[in-house]
């Protein structure tokens, strides 16, 4: 498995690290465990896996195991197993539980093809795993794929669920099944970079860079999968967006086409104005998205209804020519090549005056989805500078410094615990601690000041 802070994100089966003789050793030992016992249902039992021992002859070589634990219920990996040995185990555990034997291994049937697993995650792995909350207002897994997640899918203007504080951040469970691990792993990575999830920070960018990462897919080493795979490849590079330059600024383009698109059709005062009609004809339109902390200008311009020019962060995109658009779907080329994307808005983009803004945009080459900044900011909306505020919901749970203590960057202020786990948050300045207006035991919400920090003379 690939793990973080100890916690499994891809999982699969059957594991490529085992060879025969210690697969049926382990199967034999699990066995004997739940006999001793005498376990009569369905349940799990964990092992570690050693490095390979060499082999004095130069043969192979053997691997040593260690028994950890038996968990007397099914684990989150399950469907894996379901997915290479064709049963289903939560049916098998119920049977079993109303009065039923435990099928021979031979009334199962052997094992077919290879299936993995990922954990879509609501965290931000650029920012240390930093746990995300918010509404959801669109989620949508394509391919043939299982997914056992929280919500349905949300094209309509319905959200599809909330992800708050008080629960794990795991959103969804993704399975793939394929005749070998490697068609397995394209299919699931195909279908994680085509995933929509609107309103909260995945997980899903890294997902998909590890599942096509050489050392995961297999080059010669024996490292493929192994729980020290995030230690080896940091998760800030893994996680950065997948689209990037000229993938990104197209699908950028084709967000702000569509809502060109859809106030032309809204527009029932000027129907008769060409699209993109400006008294200064030089002049381009503009409008600005965001991914992460990162602005993005699209500029550009219409001439009789025509897309005559398109720029992304003042590049001038080669040959544009606007086939079709419409709020939800861009049929656009570029220098000669014709691509398609789907596009999905939360009202923002159009009215540009909600909050929580997103438009989506899926292409051949994955999904993005984009912030739309207000046009109109909220007066007092930002903090006051020294300010340290709290980047998610959560509750306080200890606070290390007290009006007039002093402090420098990087020390501890205060621990918030939010979605099961803990978050420290520190000092991004040095200076003198003005105030704490929470304690221990407070609720805050995202954007809450937690510690105001002065320079001394009361600045």
């Not at 056992?148 to 969804?172: C, E, I, K, L, T």
Request: overall charge negative; proline content about 6%; charged content about 20%.
């Amino acid at each position: 498995s690939i793990q973080r802070r100890h916690q499994k994100i891809i999982e699969e089966a059957p594991s490529p690290s085992l060879d025969p003789d210690t697969r049926t050793a382990l199967h034999a030992a699990a066995v004997a465990a739940g006999a001793a016992i005498g376990y009569t249902n369905a349940g799990t039992v964990e092992f570690l896996l050693g490095p390979r021992r060499p082999d004095p002859a130069g043969g192979a070589g053997g691997q040593e195991f260690f028994f950890l634990e038996v968990n007397t219920r099914l684990q989150v990996e399950h469907p894996v197993t379901e997915a290479v040995m064709g049963v289903d185990l939560v049916r098998l555990q119920l049977e079993v539980a109303a009065g039923g034997a435990v099928p021979d291994q031979a009334e199962i049937g052997p094992v077919e093809g290879h299936a993995l697993e990922a954990r879509l995650y609501a965290e931000d792995p650029t920012a240390d795993f930093l746990p995300s909350t918010g509404v959801v207002r669109a989620f949508d897994v394509p391919g043939p794929v299982r997914v056992d997640g929280a919500f349905d899918d949300a094209a309509g203007a319905a959200p599809a669920g909330v992800v708050s504080q008080y629960y794990d951040p795991m959103v969804a469970k993704v399975i793939a099944h394929g005749p070998d691990r490697v068609i397995a792993a394209r299919r699931l990575a195909a279908s994680l970079a085509g995933t929509v999830i609107d309103g909260i920070a995945t997980n899903r960018d890294l997902l998909v860079r590890t599942l096509r990462h050489p050392e995961f897919v297999g080059d010669g080493t024996d490292n493929r999968g192994d729980s020290e795979f995030l230690i080896r490849n940091p998760a800030a590079e893994l996680g950065r967006p997948l689209l990037e330059g000229d993938g990104l600024a197209l699908a950028a383009a084709a967000a702000v086409l569509a809502a060109q698109a859809g106030r032309r059709a809204a527009d029932a005062h000027t129907p008769g104005v060409a699209t993109g009609f400006r008294n200064v004809l030089t002049t381009p339109q503009r409008t600005t998205l965001t991914i992460g902390e990162r602005p993005i200008e699209v500029a550009y311009r219409f001439v009789r209804g025509r897309l005559s020019s398109l720029a992304v962060d003042g590049a001038e995109l080669v040959a544009p020519a606007l086939h079709a658009a419409t709020a939800d779907a861009v049929d656009l080329s570029i220098d000669g090549v014709r691509r398609t994307f789907e596009v999905r808005s939360t009202s923002g983009l159009n009215a540009g005056d909600a909050e929580d803004a997103t438009v989506s945009v899926r292409g051949a080459d994955g999904s993005v989805t984009f912030g739309v900044p207000a046009r109109f900011a909220e007066p007092d909306a930002s903090a006051a500078p020294g300010s340290t505020v709290a980047a998610m919901p959560g509750t306080i749970v200890a606070v290390a410094v007290t009006p007039g203590d002093r402090v420098a960057e990087g020390d501890l202020l205060v621990t918030m615990e939010a979605m099961k786990m803990e978050l420290a948050v520190t000092a991004t300045t040095g200076g003198v601690v003005g105030s704490v207006p929470i304690s221990v035991g407070d609720t805050v919400e995202a954007g809450q000041v937690l510690v105001v920090i002065e320079d001394g003379d009361g600045n």
